[in-house]
């Protein structure tokens, strides 16, 4: 058995375990972490400090020494977000339904923790003990592999939390496991029955490059291309502002608008305030034929409308319909978040019906799809998955459920047959 | 574009519309489905006699022409099972929760159809009229692939369906569509970008390959290793019964036991009785050293452990302790459905805490587990997934929910900065 085999049969006893362990103990053990990183606060950032040191030597750009950077302040937001992870309701050991299905013999649908969950993130290490809280916060092992250059500090983290666990319960051992290279990476990918589900934290290409390298379920989105529709029964100051919102506010974002659909009825009127609100924050735009005939714009290319610009780029298009606007959304779109801005709740009502997105908007900007803004509190990710979880997941997206059957002797036989016994199937819950 | 690829977008751009119809539209089509049914009866027995009897002119084995053959008492029963689902309560369209983000800005998380299921099952046509109906009711659109013998019962079966459904509403155009050839089948697995989920109904070998060969995610088990666990606290009558009717009330099916686990501490009392027992039915045993110094039973090897039988065959070891039981049970098994026989509570619920399988039965057969059983209406499958849906799977394992997000003009800009409004995160349901 290879190492990266040890460490993925290890997490799955350790999940194994896990699942014995009740919320209250959790919530000790995630505590004992936020401890733990106050007392080695100064081994951590010194751990840090000595991998900014070998960064800025190798010629790392700036934005990424940012990335890197785990100071104090950084040390501090990690603090309070376990302190909050810690005051989350639980998500397992809920009980979802129970049903009597004949006299003492009762069924119950419990939700419990996936098992193992392996993880791998760029540069920043806050990423490490967020991920880590999370799966000891829903009872999952979990396998983390960070970017080497955070190396040093991912270990002086990751050792952190493993002492404070382990203190708190032996039965934590090996739940929260480092892997170092991304070769090892690359071979838990193969470990498909000993790892439940991968998460991976990083670039579209990452997510990509991963969702066709694995037979485990992947949770995350490997495109963001949002599209707002502008029908012609729209509010048109309202669209301007949700729309240069959706684009300008925070444009390097997954949520972040790419293609503006406008109604042909109203191109004309729209297309000269929208390119004035844009031309503010020097967005290039980019059109079809019908929408250079209103504005200046550069011809859009058919490769534009499926691309995630993450830029102050946008793509814009005149539609003949509401039903062309939702086939063009469906056709170029990544099933992320797109919105439609009308006053016609039944134009609004077929949009979100038939637009097959996570997150369908009325008259609001793409920008809310966050677990954040959602209200869900701790995210793991965003979901363009078709199955277990869509849009910004929270914790629940962590859990899955057993079903567990309580009977005093109960077989089968007495219920075929001539003289079967009959099912009550009463919904106790 | 090839025809699969053109049936995959069809079906794609049918799932979208699908989205859009309600309830009681979808439950009218079920019942047209059965009145047409009925009005082709004796095309349908027609069709189904001409594959009779070509099959049995190629040879085809009695068991298999029994499976194949859908006459007029089969199409009774596929009517009853078709009227009992319209019964059923709607799995889509239901508000999970309701929440105020802000004055005037309400997300909704709302179930909804996943979009495209491929099925692929085995000679009997009734599977067919089962799943279409299930996708129908749920509002997926759905390509099916039946057994070759099956040919022109399965198109009658699917002309009658489409015939019935279009003429309730035009949007059902394309919801159900039938693939011919296993090669059909085998490109239809490549189309993940259409795909949504794919259900084998069929041996574990079919549901082997085809995880093995498709990035879509699948619904199914493709084995059933299923153990009981006799502890040392257990009424030792109760333990005989129950294992008794874990074999061999119906040996053949998943849910089955395969292998008996005994503590040490009761082997001597209670192994005789169970052989006593299983050898009125004429079980095979197969026995580890400790087992044969007390019973006669043939040598295990190690492969059995692992083996799924489906016959009576018997694999039996003595264990030290529950610990061994459920790592035995943890290592070997194959996460389906596991049993203990004990009077302790708290050995049952570490056995049901730690037993990582779909359904953990206590004082009962393993053969309860199963949609019928548990009364979740009419059964999807049998999932060993850690994700999205386990165990006996009902139609809520054909939905997912997405977010719907309405405003008036809220944008996020207006929630950063120094004079951040806040979010209010209220549930309203």
């Not at 009127?269 to 714009?297: C, H, N, Q, W, Y």
Request: aromatic share 6%.
């Amino acid at each position: 058995m290879d190492d990266v085999r040890k460490a993925a049969v290890a997490s799955k006893e350790a999940s194994y375990r896990l699942q014995s362990i009740p919320g209250n103990i959790r919530n000790k053990a995630l505590e004992a972490i936020a401890d733990m990183l106050s007392l080695r606060r100064r081994i951590i950032v010194s751990a840090n400090e000595k991998d900014l040191a070998e960064a800025n030597m190798s010629g790392l750009s700036q934005v990424l020494l940012k990335r890197l950077k785990y100071d104090d302040a950084k040390i501090d937001e990690s603090l309070d977000s376990i302190w909050s992870l810690v005051k989350q309701e639980d998500v397992v050991g809920k009980v979802i339904s129970r049903t009597e299905l004949d006299a003492g013999l009762v069924l119950e649908k419990v939700t419990c923790p996936i098992g193992v969950i392996g993880v791998v993130f760029e540069s920043r290490p806050e990423a490490l003990v967020q991920i880590s809280s999370l799966c000891i916060k829903s009872g999952n092992a979990v396998l983390l592999k960070g970017g080497s250059e955070a190396k040093n500090t991912n270990e002086a983290l990751a050792a952190a939390i493993n002492d404070a666990i382990v203190r708190i319960d032996e039965r934590f051992t090996n739940a929260v496991q480092l892997l170092s290279t991304r070769e090892e990476f690359q071979r838990l990918l193969q470990q498909d029955d000993k790892v439940d589900l991968i998460i991976p934290r990083g670039s579209n290409q990452l997510v990509r490059s991963i969702q066709n390298s694995t037979r485990i379920p992947v949770l995350g989105h490997a495109a963001g291309v949002c599209h707002t529709y502008v029908d012609n029964d729209a509010d048109m100051d309202m669209a301007v502002r949700v729309c240069y919102d959706a684009k300008v506010q925070y444009p390097a974002v997954c949520n972040a608008m790419e293609t503006l659909l406008v109604h042909e009825g109203i191109a004309g009127d729209i297309l000269p305030k929208m390119a004035e609100a844009f031309s503010k924050a020097k967005v290039v735009l980019r059109g079809d034929a019908a929408v250079r005939r209103v504005i200046k714009a550069d011809a859009v290319v058919d490769d534009d409308w499926s691309t995630e610009y993450n830029d102050l780029i946008l793509s814009i298009k005149v539609v003949e319909s509401i039903e062309e606007a939702i086939e063009h959304i469906n056709t170029y779109g990544s099933h992320h978040t797109d919105a439609i801005i009308t006053s016609d709740p039944s134009k609004a009502k077929l949009f979100q019906d038939q637009v097959d997105s996570a997150s369908v908007m009325w008259n609001c900007s793409t920008r809310f799809a966050d677990g954040y803004r959602y209200g869900l509190g701790a995210e793991v990710g965003i979901s363009t998955n078709k199955t277990h979880a869509r849009g910004p997941v929270g914790l629940e997206g962590l859990a899955i459920y057993k079903y567990r059957l309580n009977g005093s002797g109960h077989i089968v036989a007495d219920y075929v047959g001539p003289n079967a016994k009959k099912y009550t199937h009463r919904k106790l819950r």
